[in-house]
């Protein structure tokens, strides 16, 4: 496969096409913006969270093809996880788009995240995978904007 | 390089552009371009960004180490004056170049951005006021919008920003309703970065001048494309960036009108800048000196020079006949792709075509259009109000210089297909 097949993957494409969770939840328990600056794509993910367990994430905004898709898959691979999974899933994802090569390292469920290895070819494009990752985390940790439920 | 396979009419292209016919011996003349990327042949359609080099400047730059390095000004030794003589013979060249008065009317910066950034903190920060006002238009580079911010911010005066058409251009009537005599400064790039729409920038600097405002024209996207006689405009300030022009990175140039540099303080200050220095009292070094404090951009300076003979020998005319060929046959084909839509689709534009397709975001085209070798820009060209503007977060932007080819719009116009084919 070419190193732009790589990148541009079935799956890809379909969750660029048909995002999914692509919403915004009204009354958030946690809400974050982020922004990447280097191609103007903007994104709001916003999450419902009960005990600690993620009930519900969606995403808002516009990018382009990576990082909506990377969106659109982490809101999928997310919902149900605990917060601390969550953070985990995080590191792993950097780690998939950052490592080289990706035998190196050993990734374990959901091998979906996997699909977003063809990035580390594009070093441009990291970013885009990663920020709906970034903006997930920021809302974890309260970095940004936390919306009150009351 | 047969025009025969475009529909392009012709007499675009006069028979006799000399660009045209020599375009293979011009391509030798810069090394770069036979590189392959990607396993492709280069095709490079980023020059609003920099333009690639001629070997020429590539080796003033290499000569000027091997056999002129020195610090200049006040050397008594050899080399030292050698140096100072071709970097002042570099100045008067940029003279003649824009047809400025005098030598001393130009002043050597890091580039168009340093440039504004003098203009803006030594004259604005100097003679603005609380309640003064500045305008600018929609179309301008973050560097012709933030220097002016920031003096704003510091003085109390009022940023005010002329509205374009849908098209990209300026409206001149909206214009002349901001004109009142609290204008103190009215700063307006001649050719826009990210649409290569050209401002009427003759009738702006004119209104301008009968209420008494400053003037600054920020040329760094007209400078290679278009003759420019800052006499004839009439502009105070006239700002470009060397490796827009096929010189070097980090050498611009600031042309001041004389009486203005004079009375301006210096923007920053050190040595080279002055006449002497005691302890109770310094005394600045006339213009343009007053503004090159420290050891300057010496083999920039030089290689600018040769950059602007080698613009200067294909001659500027043919330059802008030849890129403006391009740039019809580029608009006309690219029109035949079902929803790409192009920003700034005006008949005065100076070699840039902007851009961006229906559902498919600029920054997977600039990357599917990489894997075909073909260098574009894709995001927010550093004019994000202008993207407002426009209603979009980026646009993919394809910009020539006189060593592009029809046969290379032609690879862009298939890698684009290929573009859409894969994203759809």
Same mark, same amino acid.
Not at chain 2, 380 to 385: D, L
């Given at each position: 496969?070419?190193?732009?097949?790589?990148?541009?993957?079935?799956?890809?494409?379909?969750?660029?096409?048909?995002?999914?969770?692509?919403?915004?939840?009204?009354?958030?328990?946690?809400?974050?913006?982020?922004?990447?600056?280097?191609?103007?794509?903007?994104?709001?993910?916003?999450?419902?969270?009960? +005990?600690?367990?993620?009930?519900?994430?969606?995403?808002?905004? +516009?990018?382009?093809?990576?990082?909506?898709?990377?969106?659109?898959?982490?809101?999928?691979?997310?919902?149900?996880?605990?917060?601390?999974?969550?953070?985990?899933?995080?590191?792993?994802?950097?780690?998939?788009?950052?490592?080289?090569?990706?035998?190196?390292?050993?990734?374990?469920?959901?091998?979906?995240?996997?699909?977003?290895?063809?990035?580390?070819?594009?070093?441009?494009?990291?970013?885009?995978?990663?920020?709906?990752?970034?903006?997930?985390?920021?809302?974890?940790?309260?970095?940004?904007?936390?919306?009150?439920?009351? | 390089?047969?025009?025969?396979?475009?529909?392009?009419?012709?007499?675009?292209?006069?028979?006799?552009?000399?660009?045209?016919?020599?375009?293979?011996?011009?391509?030798?003349?810069?090394?770069?371009?036979?590189?392959?990327?990607?396993?492709?042949?280069?095709?490079?359609?980023?020059?609003?960004?920099?333009?690639?080099?001629?070997?020429?400047?590539?080796?003033?730059?290499?000569?000027?180490?091997?056999?002129?390095?020195?610090?200049?000004?006040?050397?008594?030794?050899? *080399?030292?004056?050698?140096?100072?003589?071709?970097?002042?013979?570099?100045?008067?060249?940029?003279?003649?170049?824009?047809?400025?008065?005098?030598?001393?009317?130009?002043?050597?910066?890091?580039?168009?951005?340093?440039?504004?950034? *003098?203009?803006?903190?030594?004259?604005?920060?100097? &003679?603005?006021?609380?309640?003064?006002?500045?305008?600018?238009?929609?179309?301008?580079?973050?560097?012709?919008?933030?220097?002016?911010?920031?003096?704003?911010?510091?003085?109390?005066?009022?940023?005010?920003?002329?509205?374009?058409?849908?098209?990209?251009?300026?409206?001149?009537?909206?214009?002349?309703?901001?004109?009142?005599?609290?204008?103190?400064?009215?700063?307006?790039?001649?050719?826009?970065? @990210?649409?290569?729409?050209?401002?009427?920038?003759?009738?702006?600097?004119?209104?301008?001048?009968?209420?008494?405002?400053?003037?600054?024209?920020?040329?760094?996207?007209?400078?290679?494309?278009?003759? !420019?006689?800052?006499?004839? *405009?009439?502009?105070?300030?006239?700002?470009?960036?060397?490796?827009?022009?096929?010189?070097?990175?980090?050498?611009?140039?600031?042309?001041?009108?004389?009486?203005?540099?004079?009375?301006?303080?210096? &923007?920053?200050?050190?040595?080279?800048?002055?006449?002497?220095?005691?302890?109770?009292?310094?005394?600045?070094?006339?213009?343009?000196?007053?503004?090159?404090?420290?050891?300057?951009?010496?083999?920039?300076?030089? @290689?600018?020079?040769?950059?602007?003979? &080698?613009?200067?020998?294909?001659? !500027?005319?043919?330059?802008?006949?030849?890129?403006?060929?391009?740039?019809? &046959?580029?608009?006309?084909?690219?029109?035949?792709?079902?929803?790409?839509?192009?920003?700034?689709?005006?008949?005065?534009?100076?070699?840039?075509?902007?851009?961006?397709?229906?559902?498919?975001?600029?920054?997977? !085209?600039?990357?599917?259009?990489?894997?075909?070798?073909?260098?574009?820009?894709?995001?927010?060209?550093?004019?994000?109000?202008?993207?407002?503007?426009?209603?979009?977060?980026?646009?993919?932007?394809?910009?020539?210089?006189?060593?592009?080819?029809?046969?290379? !719009?032609?690879?862009?116009?298939?890698?684009? *297909?290929?573009?859409?084919?894969?994203?759809?």
């Amino acid at each position: 496969m070419s190193d732009l097949s790589q990148l541009y993957q079935e799956v890809i494409l379909d969750h660029n096409k048909s995002p999914r969770n692509f919403y915004k939840i009204e009354n958030p328990t946690n809400f974050a913006e982020g922004y990447n600056p280097l191609c103007g794509d903007h994104i709001y993910v916003y999450l419902k969270i009960e +005990n600690n367990i993620i009930k519900e994430i969606s995403f808002q905004g +516009n990018g382009c093809a990576i990082s909506k898709s990377s969106a659109s898959l982490m809101t999928t691979i997310l919902k149900g996880k605990t917060v601390s999974e969550a953070k985990d899933l995080f590191e792993k994802f950097h780690k998939i788009i950052t490592s080289d090569p990706l035998k190196d390292i050993e990734i374990e469920e959901p091998s979906k995240l996997k699909i977003f290895a063809g990035v580390r070819e594009f070093p441009t494009r990291i970013k885009c995978a990663s920020l709906a990752w970034h903006t997930m985390f920021n809302a974890l940790e309260g970095k940004a904007e936390k919306i009150s439920t009351e | 390089m047969k025009l025969e396979t475009t529909n392009i009419d012709k007499s675009l292209l006069k028979e006799k552009n000399k660009i045209y016919h020599n375009i293979d011996k011009i391509r030798e003349d810069f090394p770069i371009l036979k590189q392959k990327v990607r396993g492709k042949t280069l095709v490079y359609l980023d020059n609003a960004a920099t333009t690639q080099k001629p070997k020429i400047v590539i080796d003033a730059i290499s000569n000027y180490y091997l056999t002129l390095n020195s610090n200049i000004h006040r050397g008594v030794h050899f *080399l030292s004056e050698k140096a100072t003589f071709e970097y002042e013979k570099a100045r008067t060249k940029v003279k003649e170049f824009i047809n400025a008065l005098s030598a001393s009317e130009i002043v050597f910066t890091r580039g168009a951005t340093e440039s504004i950034n *003098l203009a803006a903190f030594s004259y604005g920060l100097t &003679y603005l006021k609380d309640g003064d006002e500045i305008i600018i238009s929609t179309l301008e580079h973050h560097a012709n919008i933030v220097p002016w911010q920031e003096v704003c911010r510091r003085t109390g005066a009022k940023l005010k920003v002329i509205p374009i058409s849908n098209n990209g251009e300026i409206l001149l009537e909206k214009y002349y309703e901001l004109l009142n005599n609290k204008v103190k400064i009215v700063a307006v790039t001649q050719v826009s970065n @990210a649409l290569g729409v050209k401002t009427p920038i003759d009738e702006i600097i004119k209104k301008a001048k009968e209420i008494g405002a400053i003037t600054l024209v920020d040329g760094s996207q007209a400078i290679p494309h278009l003759k !420019i006689d800052v006499q004839s *405009l009439g502009c105070d300030f006239y700002v470009f960036s060397g490796h827009k022009v096929y010189g070097p990175t980090g050498i611009g140039v600031l042309y001041g009108k004389a009486d203005l540099l004079e009375k301006m303080p210096p &923007y920053q200050t050190g040595g080279d800048m002055i006449r002497s220095v005691t302890f109770e009292k310094t005394i600045y070094n006339d213009i343009p000196m007053k503004f090159e404090a420290g050891t300057p951009n010496i083999e920039g300076a030089i @290689a600018l020079q040769k950059a602007i003979e &080698y613009v200067e020998n294909l001659n !500027i005319e043919e330059i802008s006949e030849y890129e403006d060929a391009l740039l019809r &046959y580029c608009e006309e084909k690219l029109s035949d792709i079902p929803d790409l839509i192009i920003y700034g689709r005006t008949p005065c534009k100076a070699a840039v075509v902007s851009f961006d397709i229906k559902d498919i975001h600029p920054h997977d !085209i600039g990357t599917i259009l990489d894997s075909e070798g073909v260098a574009i820009r894709a995001g927010h060209h550093c004019a994000q109000p202008l993207m407002q503007r426009l209603g979009v977060s980026a646009t993919a932007r394809a910009s020539f210089s006189f060593y592009n080819t029809f046969e290379e !719009i032609d690879i862009l116009y298939q890698a684009l *297909l290929k573009t859409i084919k894969l994203m759809k």
